[in-house]
């Protein structure tokens, strides 16, 4: 009965530190930031990403270019490793056609007035280079630092969802 009363109270005393202190939840995301201010990154990030996601569909490498920090890393599900230029080259020489391409879930995470994680889908569809049709759904992580007051993404990943 003792162990059992003992127990009940460090539960409810960690719960209570929990719902105290939100630092400590998981689920919360702090930033050293106003809420403002990461109402504005959020906005401007997604702004940002909406051209990255439609980027196989328009061919817009431009964007990419100047979203793309010059030290760009990132490495695809099967596990390679692309700089600016070598994936700059990959997106510009896919044989795929598209009807469709576009992130189909966003979410950002504001860590300070310069630094934010972004994560989503991205859903494609098309024909590939045979002309067989494909639907493909890409899971992503993209981490984006304001150099020089500019947002530019300096590393990410992609994994393909089955």
């Not at 990461?38 to 431009?62: H, M, N, Y």
Request: overall charge negative.
């Amino acid at each position: 009965m003792k162990r059992l009363f003992l127990f009940t109270m460090c539960f409810a005393l960690t719960g209570l530190v929990f719902a105290l202190n939100p630092g400590f939840s998981p689920e919360v995301v702090h930033s050293a930031t106003t809420d403002d201010d990461v109402e504005k990154i959020t906005k401007e990030l997604t702004q940002l990403s909406i051209p990255w996601g439609k980027a196989p569909l328009t061919r817009d490498t431009d964007h990419l270019k100047r979203i793309w920090a010059d030290d760009f890393s990132f490495i695809i599900d099967d596990g390679t490793v692309f700089d600016k230029e070598s994936f700059l080259a990959f997106s510009e020489e896919d044989p795929n056609t598209y009807s469709s391409s576009a992130n189909t879930a966003f979410n950002v995470r504001v860590y300070g007035k310069n630094f934010a994680v972004t994560t989503g889908d991205m859903a494609t569809a098309g024909k590939d280079k045979e002309g067989t049709p494909f639907s493909r759904t890409f899971r992503f992580t993209n981490v984006w630092v304001r150099k020089n007051g500019t947002w530019q993404v300096v590393a990410g990943h992609a994994s393909k969802l089955e």
